[in-house]
């Protein structure tokens, strides 16, 4: 059975300022849920163009972007935030396997991610459109959700989603190489996979036993070409 969290689809957060009563229920409720109530306070990461609220230990990150001209200053606190000019765009979701070596200076990305926990209250359910079509047009056949584990697969999100509408990653030697991952742009669903079966000329061969790494979540057809 999946967790039980509030509203389990995060999808109806986007679109909400930072301090909207509803985005702060539903954090304070998760963390409550996690056994983690000092998780609720985010770490700001502000840019001109993007604000991040890093919630390590839930495993999960909220970007916001600015509206109204509203460009912040990189380096601001919380309180420093105009809220009322920020609005929730995509959420990531974690899955970070611990590294079998310690990790160098060089994979500053690798260890960035590490700081996040693993999305604490898995399985959680991920809703899915029941109208979509194919390239021919026929409707797709589809679960109306995909109930996500923490070794949920390649091969599962495919069965459950259909084929991608766009995809890269995997190319260049299997050290250093950028993981595949997966985007279903009608569904503003992304999804990109760790673990050496993610890396390395036959990347994509291997793809289907993948396991998950983030999942971003964003307005469906937002990111169309």
């Not at 109930?147 to 989603?161: E, H, I, M, Q």
């Not at 993948?210 to 070409?225: L, N, Q």
Request: glycine content about 8%; overall charge negative.
């Amino acid at each position: 059975m999946a967790s039980t969290i509030p509203d389990n689809d995060i999808r109806h957060l986007l679109g909400l300022h930072p301090s909207d009563s509803q985005l702060k229920a539903y954090i304070s409720s998760f963390s409550l849920l996690a056994n983690k109530p000092e998780g609720a306070t985010p770490e700001v990461k502000s840019y001109s163009d993007a604000v991040y609220f890093n919630y390590f230990s839930l495993g999960i990150s909220l970007l916001f972007i600015p509206t109204d001209r509203y460009k912040p200053a990189t380096g601001l606190k919380l309180h420093e935030l105009q809220d009322q000019h920020l609005v929730l765009d995509s959420i990531d979701i974690y899955n970070i396997s611990k590294p079998k070596a310690p990790v160098s200076k060089a994979t500053s990305t690798r260890s960035s991610e590490l700081a996040f926990t693993t999305f604490p209250l898995l399985p959680f359910v991920l809703k899915i459109s029941l109208d979509m079509i194919d390239k021919e047009g026929k409707p797709l056949e589809r679960p109306p959700q995909l109930d996500v584990l923490a070794d949920t697969s390649g091969k599962d999100f495919v069965n459950a989603l259909g084929e991608p509408d766009r995809k890269g990653g995997g190319a260049g030697p299997s050290s250093g190489s950028i993981g595949i991952w997966c985007e279903w742009s009608k569904d503003g669903i992304m999804v990109e996979f760790g673990g050496d079966e993610a890396k390395g000329p036959q990347a994509w061969e291997r793809g289907k036993d993948a396991i998950w790494k983030t999942i971003t979540i964003f307005p469906p057809g937002s990111r169309d070409a």
